[in-house]
């Protein structure tokens, strides 16, 4: 959660090292190659050729409002 939402909170970043140096908490790099891996086929993120990150995801807070006053199904 926490390398989304740096990614998210910025938007772009030219580099996983950028990224990787702006976490709060320090974490293994394999760890966070992966979780890049998952943002990535999620569709949440694009890592483009050149190294840069950037977050895709649609986020709306409107959207976001009306999902928790819904009511919930089983």
Same mark, same amino acid.
């Given at each position: 959660?926490? #390398?989304?939402?740096? #990614?998210?909170?910025? %938007?772009? =970043? &030219? ?8 976490? &709060? ?10 979780? *890049? $891996? =998952? *943002?990535?086929? /999620?569709?949440?993120?694009? *890592? $483009?050729? $050149? %190294?840069? #990150?950037?977050?895709?995801?649609? $986020?709306?807070?409107? *959207?976001?409002?009306?999902?928790? /006053? /819904?009511?919930?199904?089983?």
């Amino acid at each position: 959660m926490m #390398i989304q939402k740096a #990614i998210k909170r910025h %938007g772009s =970043y &030219p580099t996983k090292k950028e990224v990787w140096n702006r976490l &709060p908490r320090r974490m293994q790099y394999q760890t966070f190659n992966r979780v *890049l $891996d =998952y *943002l990535e086929s /999620s569709g949440k993120i694009l *890592l $483009d050729k $050149d %190294g840069s #990150i950037v977050w895709t995801f649609p $986020d709306n807070e409107k *959207l976001e409002r009306l999902l928790k /006053s /819904s009511p919930k199904l089983r």
